[in-house]
């Protein structure tokens, strides 16, 4: 198993552990009990994962002397609403959580954003301890403490900073989890791979047959890799107010185009699409090498994403979103462009007639 500690502020008593093993859910569970975070936990997943590893943990946490409770609430996107906070709050308060309790968020990105601000708000604040159990939860949504939920009107638009109080990961937890959502995972570690140095990338494009098997020491390597670099970003600029932008590398595009199909577009196609546009613009604008424009293309087509902007999405539907996106300054939308794979910036705008042709240059 392997440790890592974020620090927040450089100060001790804002750290919490990052841990990453295989086949550990009874060692969490020791962890957990270990760390006396709490008097008494309630782990918070969806109908899903319930039953394929919640009710596990919670025989370990139980086992060991530990008093735990389960709720569950609907899987998928659509429960990261009000209505859910204010269903799991009236949960907790029927079990009698108190300010000494503590609450387990187990499964991915929408049990940790949900639970991670329902934990951040309950009677002023409860501690949060992440369990993610998918590959997006697992390298990006669990470090960092952003918590949210969303509005009719868009996407995370309310939410808070909220660190959890330590990370557990099972890479085994990645062996039933469904492709798109594993391709979900992918995409953002491609991502860190563009942003971060040079070494990740060419590690993720020497081992394209290892990630598509989902071989299990690789995929322990390069979680590890991504959870230090996103580590690292976090504790130089928690609350982002500048560094941690470039987290957002083909997101800003790749937001839109997941809006505009309808949420049809995965997460992991629509990002995949806006680092390639990205990077495309990068080229132009920029003067990032061709070379390293193609090698960005071809390794998301080699672990079998989107490279292309299906048909049926209108580029005047995608450009009207952009121009709503929520991370926009004045009339600026920030986009992040690379000098060279490893060398990202925040740029402060591109041209509309820039935008225009790269999105119809990509179509499918
Ligand atoms: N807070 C952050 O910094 C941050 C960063 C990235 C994404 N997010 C958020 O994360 C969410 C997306 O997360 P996600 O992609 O994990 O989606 P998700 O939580 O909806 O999980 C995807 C699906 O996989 C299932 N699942 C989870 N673990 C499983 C497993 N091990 N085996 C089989 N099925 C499993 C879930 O039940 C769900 O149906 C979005 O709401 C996004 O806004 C937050």
Request: proline content about 3%.
């Amino acid at each position: 198993m392997k440790k890592m500690k974020v620090y927040l502020d450089r100060k001790q008593s804002q750290s919490y552990e990052i841990c990453i093993g295989y086949d550990i859910l009874d060692r969490i569970a020791m962890m957990i009990a270990n760390s006396r975070i709490a008097a008494r936990y309630v782990i918070v997943t969806d109908d899903c994962v319930r039953p394929l590893y919640g009710e596990t943990l919670l025989s370990h946490l139980t086992k060991m002397g530990v008093k735990a409770d389960l709720i569950a609430f609907p899987t998928g996107e659509r429960s990261k609403n009000f209505q859910s906070v204010l269903d799991l709050s009236g949960k907790l308060l029927d079990l009698g959580v108190d300010r000494k309790s503590a609450l387990i968020a187990l499964g991915g990105g929408v049990a940790g954003d949900l639970t991670g601000f329902v934990a951040s708000i309950y009677m002023r604040g409860l501690p949060c301890i992440q369990v993610p159990t998918t590959l997006v939860a697992q390298v990006d949504s669990s470090i960092g403490g952003k918590t949210a939920i969303d509005l009719p009107q868009g996407k995370n638009l309310l939410g808070t900073f909220y660190q959890p109080a330590g990370v557990f990961m099972d890479i085994k937890c990645l062996e039933s989890l469904p492709e798109t959502e594993y391709l979900n995972g992918l995409a953002e570690l491609v991502k860190y791979g563009i942003i971060d140095g040079e070494a990740l990338f060419q590690q993720l494009e020497g081992g394209v047959d290892s990630i598509r098997s989902r071989n299990r020491q690789f995929l322990g390597k390069i979680i590890h890799t991504a959870c230090t670099i996103k580590k690292g970003i976090v504790e130089m600029d928690e609350r982002e107010q500048g560094l941690r932008r470039i987290l957002n590398f083909g997101h800003t595009l790749g937001h839109a185009l997941e809006a505009a199909s309808g949420y049809r577009l995965s997460h992991g196609n629509a990002v995949a699409v806006g680092m390639i546009a990205a990077a495309q613009l990068s080229q132009t604008l920029y003067g990032l090498h061709g070379e390293d424009r193609e090698r960005i293309e071809g390794l998301m087509a080699l672990l079998g994403l989107a490279c292309r902007i299906p048909k049926d999405i209108t580029t005047e539907d995608i450009l009207s979103r952009l121009r709503r996106d929520k991370k926009k300054e004045g009339d600026t939308i920030h986009f992040v462009m690379l000098k060279k794979i490893g060398l990202p910036f925040v740029n402060g705008g591109v041209p509309d007639d820039l935008l225009r042709k790269t999105i119809e240059g990509l179509r499918g």
